[in-house]
């Protein structure tokens, strides 16, 4: 059972019988009454998102939740993304709205821990970071020292992103996986 003084981003819980990952919370002391919790929360089989407040101290379940190190393997036009269980070499099937947005990290040969619920895959986690080559970008133009300035770049994973003038096609970049965002050229 976790508590309220428990909750942190990415923190799994059981809400009206379903899992919950905390997208965002905060505490909160009002001079008057008691402290309570407003949070942010992502439903993991729906997708939904719901902000919901909780008095402090109340407790909320841990999902039964089951996680497998998976490695994926290819994207199959019709049965979708290929996955292979590294413990037993089974091959796990996941749709495109299974993978959503996330299928912009993915990478052959790449290592996730795939969740499970009740037996159903419900999503992927990533490792923060991944590295992706810029296959598209416009040049930056000489003279044009703004500072913050930035262009669209299109990633190999059909990703775009936001990066400074100084990056250009086929440079390698690290991406946040948890925000999409650019932060710094990859070390060769």
Known sequence: ???T???RRGLKIVFKNEPWIIVDFQHVKPGKGGAFVRTKMK???SGRVLEETFRSGEKMDRPDLEEK?????Y??????YVFMDEGSY???HLT????GDSRYYLLE???????????RPIGLDFPTTVTLEVVKSDPGLRGDTASGATKPATLSTGLVVQVPLFINQGDLLKIDTRTGEYLERAKD
């Open 1 to 3: 059972m976790y508590s």
């Open 69 to 73: 190190n998976v490695q994926y393997l």
């Open 5 to 7: 003084s428990d909750f």
């Open 109 to 119: 040969n790449m290592s996730l821990m795939l969740n499970l619920y009740q037996g």
């Open 90 to 92: 089974e091959q796990i």
């Open 43 to 45: 439903n993991l089989v």
């Open 96 to 99: 495109e709205d299974q993978v």
């Open 75 to 80: 994207r199959d036009p019709k049965d979708g």
